[in-house]
Structure formats: structure tokens, C-alpha cells
């Protein structure tokens, strides 16, 4: 019976006939099965792209080591370098608990600059109508 059976196996990315099938790992998303060659050439792709990874904000390649998980309030995905991320942290610090203008602690209502403002950050209330009145 297992004679005849026996259907070759195709490397699913060169599609030759494999006689030792590899499996590819989860983390890949391929399908399998591979063949050695294939196997081997993934394996060496997903480790460059473990090891070197694009910064998020400036675009600067970097070694994954040298690169920073975004803090999760920022809501971003990916890895930044070491400048972007304490340029992050500081802008998200000051945008979150002070007035662009007064340098006041910020509560929970805050308000956002118009465009034409040219401002950075938030403002409490009184800059805020300040502004407008002079910009408007
Ligand atoms: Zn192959
Ligand atoms: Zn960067
Ligand atoms: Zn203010």
C-alpha cells in the first residue's frame, strides 16, 4: 500500500520536487512545504529583517537593538530610533499637560490651535480665546 501511495512532494515557492521537505516556521506566513534551498533562503531573510528595521518617523534603518517600541498612549506601531522617540516623548509630554502658550498645566479640557495659528501643541482657554481674538 505505502508503495503506492507515495506522491512526490513540490516546494511551494521554486515548485521542484523536494525529497526532504522543510516546514516553514509560523511567523514566515508561507505555506509549506519547502524545499532546503527555499527553507534556507527565508530563514536568511527573516533574520536580516529581525536585526534591522526602518524607523517609523524618520525612515533611518537600524539595528533592532538600537531601536524603541513607541510608549503605547502614543497609538503607533512599529519601532523608532533612539532621536525620534525622545523627540516623541518630549512633544507628547508637553502636548499633554501644558499650554503651548502660557506653559499652564492643562486639565482635561483643552483646546486645539486653529491652522493658521501656526502652533504646536494644546491650549487652555484663556490663549485660547487670546488667539482668536487676535488671529481671527
Ligand atoms: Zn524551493
Ligand atoms: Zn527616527
Ligand atoms: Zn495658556
Not at 107 to 134: F, T
Request: aromatic content about 10%; overall charge positive; proline content about 4%.
Amino acid at each position: 500500500m505505502g508503495l503506492f501511495s507515495k506522491k512526490p512532494t513540490i516546494c511551494n515557492i521554486c515548485k521542484k520536487e523536494v525529497s526532504h521537505k522543510h516546514k516553514p516556521k509560523s511567523e514566515w506566513q508561507i505555506e509549506g512545504p519547502l524545499c532546503g534551498d527555499c527553507y534556507v533562503t527565508q530563514m536568511k531573510k527573516f533574520y536580516e529583517l529581525s536585526l534591522r528595521q526602518k524607523c517609523v518617523t524618520c525612515g533611518m534603518e537600524k539595528d533592532v537593538p538600537d531601536l524603541w517600541e513607541p510608549r503605547y498612549q502614543w497609538d503607533m506601531t512599529g519601532l523608532l530610533c533612539k532621536t525620534c522617540f525622545d523627540k516623541k516623548d518630549l512633544e507628547f509630554k508637553n502636548q499633554k499637560s501644558f499650554c503651548t502658550v502660557c506653559h499652564k498645566k492643562l486639565g482635561m479640557i483643552r483646546y486645539n490651535p486653529k491652522k493658521h495659528w501656526v502652533l504646536d501643541g494644546q491650549l487652555c482657554k484663556e490663549c485660547w480665546n487670546v488667539n482668536k481674538a487676535k488671529m481671527d
